[in-house]
């Protein structure tokens, strides 16, 4: 399975974007699939996850209530909203896929990931 990461640039704080990720494959609906974030100098940071058939989401804790993580599996595309975005929320972002949801906030849980997509949030 490949990804690709799209929707990224460059917002104001308080407003939204939403980031869209394609995948190519056919076990795409099946897949687990997640979003992360890096900013400079710090670790990879989950965000949220969602079930293959979409009907379980999670969320950490620094994006809940401002991100939505949701896919359309006819569309082989899983998408991040987010909503009131802060200058910390500044990174590259990206999605990744894989098959066990126990191992869903790991980095090390996710088989395949996109290439990244610059967020810039300014203050």
């Known amino acids: 399975v490949q990804l690709q990461a799209s929707g990224g640039g460059l917002v104001q704080a308080g407003g939204s974007l939403r980031l869209s990720c394609a995948a190519s494959?056919?076990?795409?609906?099946?897949?687990?699939m997640g979003w992360f974030r890096q900013a400079p100098g710090k670790e990879r940071e989950f965000l949220a996850a969602?079930?293959?058939?979409?009907?379980?989401?999670y969320y950490a804790d620094s994006v809940k209530g401002r991100f939505t993580i949701s896919r359309d599996n006819a569309k082989n595309t899983v998408y991040l909203q987010m909503n009131s975005l802060k200058s910390e929320d500044t990174a590259v972002y990206y999605c990744?896929?894989?098959?066990?949801?126990?191992?869903?906030?790991?980095?090390?849980?996710?088989?395949?990931w996109g290439q990244g997509t610059l967020v810039t949030v300014s203050s």
């Open positions: 990744a896929g894989g098959t066990n949801w126990a191992l869903i906030r790991l980095a090390s849980g996710y088989n395949y």
């Open positions: 494959g056919r076990t795409f609906s099946s897949s687990v």
């Open positions: 969602v079930s293959g058939p979409g009907g379980n989401t």
